[in-house]
Each structure stands twice: as structure tokens, then as C-alpha cells.
């Protein structure tokens, strides 16, 4: 089981201390020192007010800030949860984070999503019906470019012809592609286009804010059986395949009721499912706390585990 967590922005306003620089290679340094594996950003450029005084939260540039996190890190690897991919150019999506990945000697695991915000999808200019088959296009392309000289391509969003785009990344083939969502269409994209799949807790309320399927630890083992299934009959190797959830045993971390004994047995039970990482949540109150939690958890759970 590895570990990886989102960097603690959860609310809004979010604590400033968080978002220096200091603030974030602190938190990079002391999750890499704790034994975490992975750390990254979520991706909202434009969200609208009404979101963030419902339950949102602000949001840094992904891939500026894991850059930043990876000069100060050698083993982290760097994971965006998530960058909606619809918003961007797949030709840019596919410099950065190849750029990321060279930069880091092969770090970067590309986590994707749909994206479910229509206002954040008006403001940046893009057709918040069409995101489905952006989202097709753009996994096919970033693909394509990142394993091939003289790269063409022809869709209904994007055209290219005799592409060159170096430097590569320095992953062998490319970096991983981690498809985020709770529904059969997600997983199915993952048999197509992913190597990990990345779906996350939604009660049924969240799941239709969220415009996916609602998903717990049941719906979780359920959803495995059927990734499972597709995996052999497309004929693709299912012992490479990632996936990731929260563990909802044991309380939170940094919690006055956080009980890591019962955040272990937890484990247990999501690695039988068939989880190969754990999205561990971290307290954004302060720099100080999430600091001494991460160090914590490393001691509690990490080490145990």
C-alpha cells in the first residue's frame, strides 16, 4: 500500500501559510522524510463564488506548484488530484507535464477528470457539453505525443499534423495516466487510456453535485470487480493497474479521534479490494499542524503499515 495526499487547501479562504513557497516545500519535504509516496494539487482556475461559500475551495496552478515541491523532493511522486483535463489544450497538458516529469527523473503520474463545474467551464471558454469527448481526444493525444516523433492527429476538438514535442518525458513508456471518476464510463476509459484509476467517497447528494455515481468502500469493491472484468476482455495486464481511495476507517488524521490502529485494519480491508494507494486527509488549519500530523501519521501508519 502507498500513501499520497492532496495538498490541504480544503477550504475557503484557505490559510496563506499554505501557499508560500516555504509553506509547500515544507510540506513536500517533511511527507517525502514521513514516508508518504505521492503528494499533489487539485486544479480549479476559475471557480465562482457561490462554490467556494458552498463547500469549495481555492486552488494553485497544479503543475507550478508540484514543480516547485519536486526541487526540494527526490522520491515524491507528484500527483495532481486532479487537473480537469477538458480545461486545457492536450498539446499543453502534455509539455507540462512533461517537462514535470524530466524535471523530477520520472515522478509524475498524470491524474485526470472530466470536471463537473459549468460555470468554471463557461468562464474558461469551454463547451461544458462536449467535456465527454474533449476529454476522449485529449487522452489519445497526450498520449500520442508524448511516445511519438512526427505525430498527427485527426478529431472532432483537436488537429495536428507532423508534431514533434521534446524534450520527452523520461518515464518509460510515458508517465502513468490515473482516470478519475465513479462510473462505468470512467472505468471504461481506463481500460482504454489509463493505468490507475482514481475514484472518490461520494454520498449520493455529492455524487449528483459532483455529476458521478455515489461510491463507498461496497461500491468501491463492486466498481474493481467490474474494472476487473473489462481489463480481460481487452487482454490487458491487471497487475499494473493503480488504484486509489480513501481509507474511512480509523477517523482523520490530526484528529483529536484519529485511532491508527483502526486506520490499519482499514487498510486491510481496501487492499483486499484491490486499493495500491491510499488519498490520506490531511488539516489545513495551519502550517504547524499539518507539519506534525504528517510526521505522525509516517509513525502511526506508515511504519505499521
Given amino acids: 500500500m502507498r500513501f499520497t495526499f492532496t495538498h490541504p487547501m480544503h477550504t475557503h479562504p484557505y490559510n496563506p501559510e499554505l501557499v508560500t513557497g516555504t509553506g509547500i ?31 469549495g475551495h481555492d486552488a494553485v496552478d497544479p503543475f507550478v506548484a508540484m514543480g516547485y515541491a519536486a526541487a526540494v523532493t527526490t522520491s515524491l511522486r507528484l500527483i495532481p488530484n486532479i487537473v480537469v483535463l477538458p480545461y486545457r489544450n492536450p498539446f499543453v497538458v502534455a509539455k507540462a507535464g512533461a517537462t514535470l516529469d524530466l524535471l523530477s527523473q520520472g515522478r509524475f503520474t498524470l491524474g485526470v477528470g472530466v470536471g463537473y463545474l459549468k460555470r468554471e467551464f463557461a468562464a474558461l471558454g469551454v463547451d461544458f457539453e462536449e467535456r465527454a469527448a474533449l476529454f476522449e481526444e485529449a487522452l489519445e493525444v497526450i498520449r500520442g505525443i508524448w511516445t511519438t516523433d512526427d505525430y498527427s492527429y485527426e478529431g472532432r476538438h483537436f488537429t495536428a499534423s507532423g508534431i514533434t514535442a521534446h524534450p520527452r518525458p523520461v518515464s518509460d513508456p510515458h508517465p502513468p495516466i490515473w ?17 490507475g484509476w482514481c475514484p472518490f467517497p461520494a454520498p449520493a447528494v455529492l455524487a449528483q453535485t459532483a455529476r458521478t455515481a455515489p461510491m463507498d468502500v461496497d461500491a468501491l469493491a463492486s466498481g474493481v470487480e467490474d474494472l476487473r472484468r473489462r481489463f480481460d476482455e481487452a487482454g490487458r495486464d491487471w497487475s499494473r493497474i493503480d488504484i486509489t481511495f480513501t481509507n474511512p476507517e480509523g477517523g482523520s ?38 507539519l506534525e500530523t504528517i510526521e505522525e501519521f509516517g ?7
Fill in 179 to 195: 482516470i478519475g471518476g465513479n462510473t462505468a464510463a470512467a472505468r471504461k476509459r481506463v481500460v482504454t487510456h489509463g493505468d
Fill in 25 to 55: 516545500t515544507s510540506v513536500a519535504a517533511a511527507a517525502e522524510a514521513a514516508g508518504f509516496h505521492g503528494f499533489g494539487f487539485t486544479d480549479h482556475p476559475a471557480p465562482t463564488e457561490r462554490w467556494l461559500n458552498a463547500g
Fill in 253 to 290: 488524521p490530526g484528529g483529536d479521534d484519529f485511532n491508527a490502529d483502526a486506520y490499519l485494519s482499514g487498510l486491510e480491508k481496501l487492499a483486499k479490494i484491490g486499493v495500491t494507494w491510499v488519498q490520506v486527509g490531511l488539516p489545513g488549519d495551519s502550517l504547524a499542524h499539518v
Fill in 299 to 305: 509513525e502511526s501508519v506508515i511504519a505499521e503499515a
